[in-house]
């Protein structure tokens, strides 16, 4: 059965599709990662209360809403994990997962962002792709379907990777701070964030400051990364980036080395590691940075040029980094300009951004 609602927010998950806020819905529900859904938010929450919209805008949330969000799982240390359903029908209850609109069910929570909004499922969300016909399909998260065979060509563009020893441990701020730096230096540099769950604040942010181009794995229908999934979409990602011909590409690796999202399978790939030019860590403390560079260093091969995050918050932790495990280390709030500069140097970008800066 097809109807007409009108609906009051759009989840960024779901910015692909170009929806209007009357939508057609159908109570035919395929249960499968992306699948848009409108739903009804059934209480209220004083914190983790609000969505990020298909515009980037933040809105709160409230028992009564109207929301639009997609399917999808979640493992996530800091937020909700859940998972996709087998099936499911108009009122079922179901659980907004992350802030972006991904709907699942809850397995377990964090203490700190309470319970999640238990929302009624109202029907899976309809397109209309036959001109003039009336044959509604199921929208679908993503611009395009993953090439899961895809293959990486950089093209020689320098690449730098962002990892973290875990969530929240200030990667998407490092990212910032490197691509305002290289981008003041008259670097031309392209972004994107390769794992995680969907939501575009990071890559926003990355456009902020300064970053030409950006993409998400959202953008091939992913709402969750995993280890199946994230290395072909790291190199779709790296290879599409590399042919627009930027000085550099940076981009960020969600959640932390260890990890429910992929990270691990794309450091170990022997086709992405040699692509990686550069490697910056993320750390929330001593003990993370020292075990997230030994993972590096042991696990992955990999040698990261500069570690960076709440571990270097002071100069008693930048000392630590520096004398125990002789990385360099900077804080990207504090030492913005002198992180950038750590790693332009650590890339061989130098002489680049000298060349650039002087022309201009």
């Not at 079922?92 to 972006?100: E, F, K």
């Not at 990686?276 to 030994?294: I, R, Y």
């Not at 918050?313 to 750590?342: H, K, P």
Request: proline share 4%.
């Amino acid at each position: 059965m097809m109807k007409t609602i009108v609906v009051d927010k759009i989840g960024s998950v779901s910015q692909a599709c170009g929806l209007s806020h009357e939508l057609r819905v159908s109570t035919d529900i395929p249960c499968e990662e992306g699948v848009v859904l409108a739903v009804e938010v059934l209480n209220n929450k004083s914190t983790y209360n609000t969505l990020e919209l298909a515009s980037g805008r933040m809105a709160k949330v409230g028992k009564g809403d109207v929301v639009v969000g997609a399917l999808g799982h979640r493992q996530a240390l800091f937020g909700y994990s859940g998972h996709i359903p087998e099936k499911l029908a108009a009122g079922d209850v179901i659980q907004m997962l992350n802030i972006g609109g991904v709907l699942g069910i809850c397995d377990s929570i964090n203490p700190q962002r309470g319970q999640p909004f238990d929302c009624r499922v109202l029907g899976v969300v309809l397109q209309f792709p036959f001109l003039g016909e009336r044959i509604g399909v199921p929208a679908r998260a993503g611009l395009r379907r993953l090439d899961q065979s895809a293959k990486i060509d950089t093209r020689g563009v320098p690449v730098v990777a962002l990892a973290g020893t875990c969530m929240e441990a200030g990667k998407t701020a490092a990212a910032c701070a490197m691509i305002s730096r290289m981008r003041h230096r008259g670097l031309v540099v392209d972004a994107f964030k390769a794992t995680g769950v969907s939501l575009r604040r990071d890559i926003l942010a990355m456009e902020d400051s300064g970053a030409r181009r950006t993409s998400i794995f959202t953008d091939f229908g992913v709402v969750t990364t995993t280890e199946k999934n994230g290395p072909a979409l790291t190199r779709t990602m790296l290879t599409e980036m590399a042919a627009g011909k930027p000085d550099v590409i940076v981009f960020e690796l969600g959640d932390g080395i260890l990890g429910a999202y992929g990270v691990e399978a794309i450091l170990s790939a022997q086709d992405i590691s040699p692509c990686l030019t550069g490697l910056v860590l993320s750390a929330n403390d001593p003990v993370g940075a020292w075990g997230g560079v030994k993972l590096l260093r042991e696990r992955f091969g990999i040698e990261p040029c500069v570690v960076t995050g709440p571990a270097t918050d002071n100069a008693v932790g930048v000392r630590i980094i520096r004398e125990q495990m002789g990385v360099a280390a900077f804080n990207a709030m504090t030492d913005a300009a002198a992180l950038g500069d750590c790693v332009i140097e650590a890339v061989g970008l130098s002489a680049a951004a000298q060349a650039r800066t002087i022309s201009e």
